[in-house]
C-alpha cells in the first residue's frame, strides 16, 4: 500500500490562525501539539499567486506560497513536507519557515534510496517544529504522521 502526503505543518494555534486565510483549508491536530494543514486543490487554488513553485523542488508547492509560509512563521516555525512511498521505496522533501524566512531546507530524499527515517527530511522538519521521539520511533511516528496514509484520509478525519 502506498503513503502519500503535502501538508503545512506547524503548532496548532499558529496553523489554525493562519488557515483562517485559507478558504477550503483543514486542521487536523497530530501529537505534540502539532497540527497538519493538507494541501488539497482548492488550498492550492487559494495560496498560488500563478507562477511556477518548483523553485525549492517541491512537487506541489504552490507558486508564491513560500512567501507566505514566511509571513506565517513571524508567530512560529511551519513546515510544508511531501512524501511518496509505494512498497517501502519513495522520497520526501521538508522546509521548515522562522521569523519571517526559510530556517531549515530545502531537504530531499531521492526516490529508490532507503533510508532511516530517524534523519529522513519529514523527522528533521519536525525536529525543528519542536516534535521529541522516544526510544524505538522516529519523530514522524511520534507526532502520528502514519495514521493515515492520504490527504483525502487526513481531511476525512478532520470530520
Do not use: C
Request: charged share 25%; proline share 5%.
Amino acid at each position: 500500500m502506498g503513503y502519500e502526503l503535502q501538508a503545512v505543518v506547524a503548532g496548532d494555534e499558529v496553523l489554525r490562525i493562519a488557515s483562517r486565510e485559507v478558504p477550503g483549508s483543514r486542521v487536523v491536530p497530530l501529537g505534540q501539539g502539532l497540527s497538519l494543514m493538507p494541501m488539497t486543490d482548492e488550498v492550492f487554488d487559494a495560496v498560488t499567486d500563478g507562477s511556477d513553485g518548483r523553485g525549492l523542488g517541491f512537487w506541489r508547492l504552490p507558486g508564491g506560497f513560500d512567501m507566505l509560509l514566511a509571513q506565517w512563521s513571524t508567530a512560529g516555525p511551519i513546515a510544508y513536507v511531501e512524501a511518496e512511498y509505494f512498497g517501502g521505496v519513495g522520497e520526501q522533501r521538508a522546509a521548515v519557515w522562522a521569523d519571517g524566512a526559510l530556517a531549515l531546507g530545502p531537504l530531499d530524499e531521492p526516490t529508490k534510496k532507503l533510508f532511516s527515517r530517524a534523519v529522513s527530511p519529514i523527522s528533521q522538519a519536525l525536529r525543528r517544529l519542536g516534535a521529541r521521539r522516544s526510544l524505538g520511533e522516529d519523530e514522524f511516528q511520534a507526532v502520528g504522521l502514519g495514521r493515515h496514509r492520504s490527504n483525502e484520509d487526513w481531511i476525512s478525519s478532520a470530520g
